[in-house]
């Protein structure tokens, strides 16, 4: 008997690394758990904001003072003139915008470009909502987008294209041409583009980052999702974003009323005045460059092999050097036999892959890459055995 309207019922792989990491005692490499220190402005803002009693419900779509200062940044970035009331809503961090964004705008027979490798969760939602996902591979070894693979998928059926920029787990960035082919694949269309651009604000080696938002003919039909939850190490607080013109975020609205009717009250109140100070995100860049060219450093001479990532938070490895088993088998053992909990790349995949990758997360103390650096250095080939 069924009796959810998920199309499976089994803990996803991260939740499983999670468990494993805590069960082997395993250096935690799965995601952004990281010990990094919060702002110090920021924590005592929060504290003044409870103690003045905004401990109440804040308003579906947001604080208004917050919504006013995210704004401001994204038109500067962007020179577009968003509205703080009616263009952009707050939303119980990113995860939620995107469930919420897909909830509003799929219902049955529809169907959703995936481009892979992508998050599982984006798919188990097109599929609660009885859409169906449509998958396209990036193209190994640069991961970039075919588009005239895309242009043949689009159908009279097709409703949302889901793109993350940047994407992860690759740290792939969308160039000018993968925008104009966008343009002209969606050009006299209903198409909506869900643009995840969470870590839009952390990108290496002087490459540029451009939101959705940036192209007019784009951003007419687009939603954006981000967050602050990486840059100022708040990721627990549970508070993202999401932009996008007002015909698309009233429709949105009217689904977030009833899904998440209040984000943390006295956080909102503490980050809009947090960001009325100058905020320097070139630093916040060098920050997270600085600790994955030190986790890297760290492995050279090791058996794995990689490609340094262009953006977010987070570096596959190769490990073919090590072992011809499946990624699944390998984190399992690197778990155990290793202690250092990772992701298998095929949780990124719908289908079993062959690569022989795995992906950390450097968003941690020196001490922490240290340790985990170590004990990836002295995997023994037997490991695979």
């Not at 792939?172 to 583009?193: A, C, H, M, W, Y």
């Not at 006295?266 to 997270?288: D, S």
């Not at 795995?358 to 055995?385: D, H, M, Q, W």
Request: glycine letters at 6%; hydrophobic letters at 35%.
């Amino acid at each position: 008997m069924t009796i959810t309207k998920l199309p499976t019922t089994k803990k996803n792989i991260f939740v499983t690394m999670m468990e494993i990491a805590e069960e082997y005692k395993a250096t935690n490499l799965v995601d952004p758990m990281s010990g990094l220190p919060c702002p110090d402005d920021l924590i005592n803002l929060v504290d003044k904001y409870m103690r003045a009693g905004n401990n109440d419900f804040s308003p579906s779509e947001g604080v208004g003072s917050l919504r006013e200062q995210i704004v401001s940044i994204i038109n500067k970035q962007n020179n577009t003139e968003f509205q703080a009331e009616t263009d952009l809503t707050i939303t119980a961090g990113p995860s939620q915008a995107m469930s919420t964004a897909i909830t509003t705008f799929i219902k049955d027979g529809d169907e959703v470009i995936l481009f892979e490798p992508v998050q599982e969760s984006y798919a188990q939602l097109i599929e609660m909502t009885g859409g169906r996902p449509i998958y396209i591979n990036l193209k190994h070894p640069d991961y970039r987008i075919d588009w005239d693979e895309v242009k043949k998928t689009v159908t009279t059926k097709t409703k949302m294209i889901v793109i993350n920029n940047p994407q992860n787990p690759v740290g792939q960035i969308f160039s000018p041409e993968d925008f104009d082919q966008l343009k002209r694949l969606t050009n006299g269309t209903r198409l909506v583009i869900l643009s995840n651009e969470t870590f839009g604000n952390i990108v290496y080696d002087g490459h540029h980052f451009n939101s959705i938002a940036s192209v007019p003919e784009l951003a007419a039909k687009s939603l954006a999702v981000s967050s602050f939850g990486t840059m100022f190490n708040i990721n627990g607080w549970g508070i993202g974003f999401i932009s996008g013109p007002e015909k698309l975020m009233a429709e949105y609205r009217k689904t977030q009323q009833y899904q998440g009717s209040s984000v943390n009250t006295p956080a909102q109140y503490a980050l809009a005045e947090f960001l009325k100070q100058e905020h320097n995100f070139k630093e916040i860049n060098a920050f997270y460059q600085s600790k994955r060219d030190y986790f890297l450093e760290l492995l050279a001479g090791s058996k794995f092999e990689w490609i340094p990532t262009k953006s977010t938070i987070y570096q596959l490895l190769d490990y073919s050097k090590i072992s011809d088993e499946p990624d699944t088998e390998f984190v399992m053992k690197l778990a155990k036999d290793c202690k250092v909990a990772t992701i298998p790349f095929s949780a990124f995949q719908h289908e079993k892959t062959k690569m022989q990758m795995i992906r950390i997360c450097f968003a941690k103390t020196n001490e922490l890459l240290e340790e985990a650096a170590y004990r990836l250095k002295n995997v023994p080939v037997s490991l695979g055995k």
